[in-house]
């Protein structure tokens, strides 16, 4: 019997036994959210007290998520401090307390696992925010109740449910105009919700949002702002078949346009020929540049959907629940990928990839939970999932400082990863005050990676769009074409948690943790070639294995809940990346890392100091640096300094007030403010990659009329326009440096409508 056989017949067993156990229970309170300072989350499969949870844990409800308009994923920056995000990187690029998938192979998992309503998105997740009940930020290795996609951290976010027997909907709209009062950008977001009731024990609630933004980067050669569309709608049906039995179905869809974008505007340049190019299209390199220069800027569509189905099945106290998944991302046909964004004849070629790709992936989960108030108390389950990513087109390019450029891997390529787990914790109150814990994941991954290379191409200047017919002049190996390159990585792995916390009184809780994370293999498939030129086989990058203390201090000062933790991580076999010149030609790829160590302080809190005053905030001093001796993409030492990405400090504070005016009309006033310490965005010891300390303040000013359904208000964000590039990369050329410009990094200001009914 295989080792994939022998775990999913533990599995079985495991989830049998259990199920067979469960039969003598009765039914469990559930913790009341009547008090407004009581915080209910979902991190350890249940619904828990975020208070009783001893685990760092950093939670945005509905309403701070609306008034601070986190709409998507990457606004989550502004929410929790221990958050950062590397752009284009699987899973939404989110890294926890500096650690973070840096490399873009599809293999590649993300650092920081992505869970929206107990479904595990893997490299298929949502980007947009809306209807949301919560999302929580859980810091700190997960592995063991969420799998291998969460050695850094989860950020598991809970949609609202359909009401049964309830009619209401809301229509929310947020409007800003490129150029008016100072807006750097233009934006449109119209979110709406319907909830309609079917019969007495079953609801849908339909939710839709349109988002468009223009002018987040331009383009000075054709003449206009890039246009970036993002729409889509989830359905949500809940049916209480019995007392004991409730379905859930979840169906969302996801459609997303970008036009006119550049993936690289210059930052800086050096060279006479790049500056004047830039200046005869009315550009000049530095830190707040976001315009381009090219008659063929990126045009990209994508198409993300899912489909789930949960049962949970109250036998007794204890809950059997089933949750099965499928979602699929695809990349549309002729996607042009515009590289350097600079016209200019013996300047930079026109570099650009073209490409379509499918994604599929599936997963299946079982779970039983015993009741919470037993002395003995457990979670336990069984995990398997399946993942497909299919390419065909330019996976790569060679960057050449030349009006050529050079296209390595044109061909077909796909990546499969399959994963199978069982897992559980157990709980044991010792006594009313102390409570001990133990948990543990047995994986089983196996990541697969098939590349046929078709040729290698040399593009003549402007080629696109898209490919217009290149004369075939080489193939990759000497003659020989195509070329085909496999990998396969079988890994099995365990991974856990261990702990006690302490009940000091009803208002404060001690907890300290050990835990052990852990992200599965990936395969490096960039195409690198030794001095001959010959081709070097794809490698397998190492699995990233986290083992991480935590010690906490939870409480409740009045009506204000505090979080105050330090942690220690150590991550050995870091999954970074590592970028290359070989005759001028950049090439990026995964490495394993020896060592990364994650170490510091954070602080939470939130609550309501004074009865119109809510306020939400933290702060994290996290040094993490790397080992001793390594040597980064530029040759030297970069040892024991912070990891690529990571602030050392970063503090996030939003609060609203509220004013009652005369005939029962209430004003408001929103502020929410985000320092980051410097950042050093690229493994380099050159400091033109980095990114100066600085602050980002918005702020929002409204009125809410007497109806409490209807709220008018004016915002800003990013009052000071201050730069905040989330990629720095070299120019093909020495001495130039490109950036990759979000709307985070630039001021937009608008008005913003909503009404309930």
Known sequence: MTRRNNILALMATGSLFAISTAAFAQEAPKPSTDDTTVVVVTAQKREQKLQDVPMAITVAGAA???????????DLDRVSPAVTFVDGAPGGGAGIRGIATQSFTPSAEASVGIVVDEVPQGNVNVSNLFDMERVEVLRGPQGMLFGQSASAGVINMVTKAPKIGDTSGRIHIDYADHGTAGSEYGERVVQGVLNLPIDNHSAVRVSAFYNNTNGVTRDNAIGGDAQNTDMGFRVRYLNKITDKLKFNLIADYDYQKYEGNHTFVFRKASSAAVVAALAACGITASEDNNTGCSKYPSNETYTNAGLSAQFDYEMGDYTLTSITSYRMRDLGDHNTLDIVALQGDGVYPQLLQDQTGKLRQTSQEFRLTSPIEEKYNWVAGLYVSRSTYNNHGTKGLTIVPD?????????????????AALFGQFNWNFTDKLTGLAGVRF?????????????????????FPPFNPVPFQADLLTGTAPHTAEKNADVSNVSGRIGLQYK??????IYGTISRGFKAPQINDT????????ILEPLVVRPEIPTSAELGLKGMIGRVGIDVNLFYTQVKDYQGQYCTFVSSALTCGPVNVSEVISKGLEIDMFG?????????GGFIYNPVTYPDGYTGSDITDIGGTQVTGAPKYKFNLSGEYVI??????????????????????YPSSDTNYDVAAHWITGARVGVKFPDRNTTLSLYVRNIG??????????GPVSGDYQQIVGKQGLRVVGISLDKSF
């Open 64 to 74: 701070q998520l609306e008034r601070q308009q986190i709409t998507t994923v990457r």
């Open 403 to 419: 009006p050529v450029a050079t296209i390595q891997q044109l061909g077909d390529f796909t990546t499969a990863t399959k994963t």
């Open 443 to 463: 994986s089983q991954v196996e990541v697969s990676d098939r590349e046929v290379f078709t040729k290698t191409l040399y593009l003549p200047f402007e080629p």
């Open 504 to 509: 000091a009184s009803p208002d404060l809780m």
């Open 527 to 534: 195409v690198f070639q030794d001095a001959a030129g010959n």
């Open 608 to 616: 309501k100091p004074l009865p119109n005053l809510t306020l939400n």
């Open 660 to 681: 009652n005016f005369a005939n029962d009309y209430q004003g408001f006033i929103n502020v929410d403010t985000t320092y980051k310490s410097l950042v050093h965005i």
């Open 721 to 730: 326009n201050t730069p905040d590039p989330v990629n720095i990369y070299p």
